[in-house]
């Protein structure tokens, strides 16, 4: 045999050698495989016996969760308890799992009150979860010991000086500035004039006066008598003038007055007067209505 011949045979048995596990070692990893096969048999009946393959195997239902502070779409998982489910509410709601009082609102409107005695071992499953129903979460605190999340009130906000404001280049002032917009528009002081005139115009064509008898936007039951023409000042970013009208009936915005400026009458719990443009003032024959005439069907 040649010596070519012996290094190739020699590199072969050396090969095989350390490719051929020592009988110990083959052992202990057939014992190896054998335990963790068991181990995960053995996860797998454990499973089957807390979860019924049902629950497994059951995808997350959306729910709308509404409490007094929040409402929004949440994905439940059916296969949690409901001590789980409480748990998972609180950062959302804000209210402690042992003040927690759910319902669930189906699409029919029906309310399943979601509690049991062992809460920690029974599950979302056994409830009639359909997507999209309803969630409250009621809060069992008394009110003064509850949260009041929506009360900004107390928080400190910060106020940018108006001189700082009006220093900034990317701010909607800078825009309007370069832009020339509103009141930055060179033509801005005739655009208004001509507004103004227009308002003008429009109150000597329709014959509008104070003490003439009108209706209110072509609605022929909200018919009053005009009591003031002109500008109103606390009706702020407006020009030109203004009709103010004392309905016949009570369903206005006002009692004549306005910002705290009375512009007729005397103050009142009955709302009668509006505020209105020139133009939805109709001036006419219009009397007070009877009762029989307000009717339309008897």
């Known amino acids: 045999m040649s010596n070519d011949s012996l290094a190739q045979l020699a590199s072969r048995r050396t090969s095989t050698f350390f490719n051929v596990p020592n009988s110990w070692d083959w052992v202990n990893y057939i014992a190896f495989?054998?335990?963790?096969?068991?181990?995960?048999?053995?996860l797998r009946l454990n499973a089957a016996q807390l979860f019924p393959e049902s629950e497994l195997n059951m995808a997350d239902v959306p729910l709308q969760v509404i409490s007094d502070n929040v409402s929004s779409e949440r994905r439940i998982t059916p296969s949690w308890s409901i001590s789980q489910l409480k748990t998972k509410l609180e950062p959302i709601t804000g209210i402690p799992p042992s003040c927690q009082r759910i319902t669930l609102k189906t699409t029919s409107k029906e309310a399943v009150s979601v509690e049991a005695a062992d809460e920690d071992h029974t599950f979302l499953s056994g409830f009639p979860l359909t997507a999209y129903a309803e969630l409250h979460v009621l809060d069992t605190r008394p009110p003064g010991a509850r949260l009041n999340l929506n009360d900004i009130s107390?928080?400190?906000k910060y106020v940018m000086p108006p001189e700082e404001y009006e220093k900034k280049s990317d701010s909607v002032l800078?825009?309007?500035?370069?832009?020339?917009?509103?009141?930055?528009?060179?033509?801005?002081?005739?655009?208004?004039?001509?507004?103004?005139?227009a308002f003008e115009q429009e109150i000597r064509d329709r014959g509008i006066e104070v003490g003439k008898r009108c209706r209110v936007g072509g609605d022929d039951s909200r018919r009053g008598e005009i009591k003031y023409v002109g500008e109103v000042?606390?009706?702020?970013?407006?020009?030109?003038a203004w009709v103010?009208?004392?309905?016949?009936?009570?369903?206005?915005?006002?009692?004549?007055?306005?910002?705290?400026t009375r512009y007729w009458g005397a103050e009142s719990a009955l709302k009668h007067g509006v505020f209105i443009r020139p133009e939805r003032v109709e001036v006419g024959d219009y009397p007070v209505l009877g009762d029989l005439e307000d009717m339309e069907e008897i």
């Open 233 to 240: 000042k606390e009706i702020t970013g407006t020009i030109g």
């Open 244 to 260: 103010g009208v004392h309905l016949d009936e009570p369903v206005g915005k006002n009692d004549g007055s306005i910002g705290g």
């Open 154 to 156: 107390g928080v400190e």
């Open 174 to 197: 800078a825009w309007k500035k370069a832009s020339k917009l509103g009141r930055f528009n060179p033509e801005a002081p005739s655009l208004e004039k001509a507004k103004v005139d």
């Open 33 to 42: 495989r054998r335990r963790q096969q068991k181990s995960s048999a053995s």
